[in-house]
């Protein structure tokens, strides 16, 4: 982990990853810690993950973000696993590597971020922890007691997390005991591994160098003006970021001058920066951006109409979204906005007519494809509204927004069995056991065929394997 904020995100994230595959009360020595392991591990934490953080599901943001991913992957000698990012709402300047090969990236890091390099130089140390097996390595070496009770640490770190708040973070850490939370610290060795390792990636993909100490400078930055005060005493050794910086400006300069000249095109990284803070930064902080920008680009008008939208300032926000397509008609992403506005304002007709196009044109556009379920349907369409809702959720299959939507029209089009299903596992993320065990026993009453017996045995295990992880 590269950030200043993430210091203590990333010992709570190694200690409660061995406790999710592993537990039991106590354990002395895990011995050597398989790909098998590995990969349970991984796919527990992103249940965990996937059901309480705040995930960002709009493929225009997360799509981007797995280019990149691919980009370094392709300079990365073969992994043993497939690498998967996950783009998660909190702002933070951070990233995480958890185990086989996970990302995490907080909408923080890329509001923050100024170019497409710095960011990919972000990912690239992270996919360098990978590369090097830091974490399993880690978990190899340390000898923990008690790794059960880390389940509730856990859980008070993700709720924190979804706040933004830092201080939260920082009181659940110290619940820890030192010498612990010390055992599973990435070490100085580890963090220049990561920073060596990751330069080559960020290079051998074609990226520019400077991107990562230009990063770097910003953490620097950030570090010095937050003062590290609510960062606790047995996280302040973290390496230094002044002797990093120093050490990959040396090393940068011993680059070709054509690599070090380097510069990306930046245009698809601002598309989605500009997403990411109108949607998911504070709305009057999303306000204060747009309106200080050039008021004629188009970008920032539909950046304003956003957060206006967010603010309900509804007459002034449908102004800068006429005027943000008065100047970008046809592009997809305006027309996704727009539609979207005019569902949440009550304008069906045009928000279909809108949304429609968007997924005509882009299938995978999840955001204006849920949208659109939700319009149709209150155009009175459920059999098209469970269409699109469906597509939805085969892509999140976790999300419990999308799983209440479809149960109600689902009953809307009298698939009772199926809309009691769906009810139940939507309750049961939400952690709304006593609604889930009510429309499980619906579910059950209306099970008539063989095929249904299976849906009810499968979702009693998924949602048994999700208490037992969160200690339900």
């Given at each position: ?18 406790a999710?595959?592993?537990?039991g ?23 965990v ?17 797995e ?37 995490t ?12 390099d ?5 990912i ?17 070496k ?9 389940l509730?640490i856990l ?20 619940s ?8 599973l ?14 330069l080559?990636?960020?290079v ?25 005060g ?11 970021m ?9 090393r940068?300069a ?17 598309r ?6 109108a ?12 309106t ?47 539609g ?7 304008n ?13 044109r882009?299938?995978?556009d999840?955001?204006a494809?849920?949208f ?9 369409n459920?059999a098209?509204s ?12 976790r ?29 049961a993320y ?6 889930y065990d009510?429309?499980?026993q619906?579910?059950e ?12 045995r499968?979702?009693r ?12």
């Open positions: 982990m590269i950030c200043v904020r993430g210091m203590r995100v990333r010992a709570i994230v190694l200690a409660c990853l061995i999710l595959v592993f537990p009360s106590t354990f002395s020595s895990f011995g050597e810690f398989t790909i098998r392991d590995e990969l349970e591990l991984a796919r527990k934490f992103d249940l993950i996937e059901t309480r953080f705040p995930v960002i599901q709009d493929t225009r943001i997360t799509g981007y973000v280019s990149l991913v691919d980009r370094l992957v392709a300079a990365m000698p073969p992994q043993p696993f497939p690498i998967k990012t996950t783009v998660v709402r909190n702002v933070a300047l951070n990233a995480f590597a958890s185990a086989a090969g996970h990302i990236i907080f909408t923080g890091l890329i509001a923050n971020m100024d170019s497409e710095e960011l990919a130089s972000v690239a140390h992270e996919l360098a922890h990978v590369s090097e097996r830091h974490i399993a390595k880690s978990i190899e340390s000898q923990l007691v008690g790794a059960g009770s880390l509730g859980a008070g770190v993700l709720v924190g997390s979804q706040g933004g708040g830092d201080g939260a973070g920082a009181l659940v850490l110290g820890v005991a030192g010498a612990r939370a010390m055992q610290k990435y070490t100085r060795e580890n963090e220049k591994d990561a920073d060596q390792y990751g080559g990636y960020l051998d993909a074609g990226f520019s160098p400077s991107g990562m100490t230009s990063a770097f400078n910003k953490i620097r930055k950030l570090q010095w003006l937050g003062g590290g609510d960062v606790p005493s047995y996280l302040s050794t973290h390496p230094g002044d002797d990093r910086v120093v050490y990959m400006q040396e940068i011993r680059l070709p001058e054509n690599v070090r000249d380097r510069s990306s095109d930046n245009a698809s990284f601002e989605v920066k500009l997403l990411v803070q949607w998911y930064t504070d709305p009057s902080t999303a306000k204060a951006i747009f200080s920008a050039e008021k004629s680009a188009c970008p920032v008008v539909l950046g304003e109409a956003i957060a206006l939208s967010r603010l309900h300032q509804i007459e002034a926000a449908k102004a800068r979204f006429e005027d943000a397509l008065a100047c970008n008609p046809r592009e997809p992403l305006w027309m996704r906005e727009y979207r506005f005019a569902f949440e304002y009550g069906l007709e045009t928000a279909v007519k809108y949304l429609q196009e968007v997924v005509l882009d299938p995978d999840l955001f494809l849920f659109y379920a939700r319009a149709v349907a209150e155009q009175g459920h098209a469970v269409s699109a809702m469906e597509r939805v959720l085969r892509a999140v299959p999300d419990a927004e999308v799983l209440e939507y479809l149960a109600r029209y689902q009953a809307a089009t009298g698939r009772a069995f199926e809309a009691h299903l769906n009810f139940a596992k939507s309750f939400k952690r709304k056991f006593s609604k009510f429309h499980m619906k579910s009453v209306l099970a008539q065929s063989a095929p249904q017996q299976e849906q009810l499968a979702v295990e998924e949602i048994a394997e999700f208490r037992e992880i969160l200690g339900i």
